[in-house]
Structure formats: structure tokens, C-alpha cells
């Protein structure tokens, strides 16, 4: 069975790091196209970031750019997102998707990905 986790959320305070984590297990992500997504409540899921299956192509939402990094561990089976100058706009459930496809990812396409996990929750508050 193919299966996502994440994990890493927490509560942070503004200007705060964290590290998300996406382990795949039932699969390997090495021929997979992983996104981040967030869903802050009464919105849309929106899209953070994309990694192709290489990690040689990344993409990122412009209110993250500056501040988040993706990145994976084929080895690991994991990709991480490392978010850090966190705001409290970034307060949201972080999910992370998967697509099989080699060479490209996408940033803000919510249908473009076949898998998902059950997302953590981020919250910046003082």
C-alpha cells in the first residue's frame, strides 16, 4: 500500500524554523515528482513548492520564496521542506503529494499529483 506521512509541524514562533518531512513507504519516491501543499482554514489548498525526481528541478510559491527549501533523500525515501522567517500567514495543514512522472514537478497543481499524505499541522503564533 502506498502511503505518505509527514510529520515536523508544530507551533513556532514568527521568525521560527521548522523542517516537514514526507517519507513514502509501500514505494520508492525515486521516480516520483513530490509537492508541498497548504490548506489554512476556509481556503483552498494551495501550493509551497515542487521537487522533480532528480532534486535537479525545484519550484516555489512566490509568499515562500526566500525562505522555504525543498529538498530529498532518495537514499531515505523522504523529502523534506525546510521553512524558516516563518510568519503567521504560513499557519495552515501541510500536506505532501506525489506523482509519478520523471523531469518535472508542479508548484500549484492540486490535480496533478496521484498521492497524498494526511498532512501536519504548522502554526506561527506568539
Known amino acids: 500500500q502506498l502511503r505518505l506521512v509527514e510529520s515536523g509541524g508544530g507551533l513556532v514562533q514568527p521568525g521560527g524554523s521548522l523542517r516537514l518531512s514526507c517519507a513514502a513507504s509501500?514505494?520508492?519516491?525515486?521516480?516520483?515528482?513530490i509537492g508541498w501543499f497548504r490548506q489554512a482554514p476556509g481556503k483552498e489548498r494551495e501550493g509551497v513548492s515542487c521537487i522533480n525526481t532528480s532534486g535537479g528541478s525545484t519550484n516555489y510559491a512566490d509568499s515562500v520564496k526566500g525562505r522555504f527549501t525543498i529538498s530529498r533523500d532518495n537514499a531515505r525515501n523522504t523529502v523534506y521542506l525546510q521553512m524558516y522567517s516563518l510568519k503567521p500567514e504560513d499557519t495552515a495543514v501541510y500536506y505532501c503529494?506525489?506523482?509519478?512522472?520523471?523531469?518535472?514537478?508542479?508548484?500549484?497543481?492540486?490535480?496533478?499529483?496521484?498521492?497524498w499524505g494526511q498532512g501536519t499541522q504548522v502554526t506561527v503564533s506568539s
Open positions: 503529494a506525489a506523482k509519478r512522472i520523471a523531469g518535472w514537478c508542479s508548484s500549484n497543481s492540486v490535480s496533478f499529483y496521484n498521492y
Open positions: 509501500g514505494f520508492t519516491l525515486d521516480y516520483y515528482a
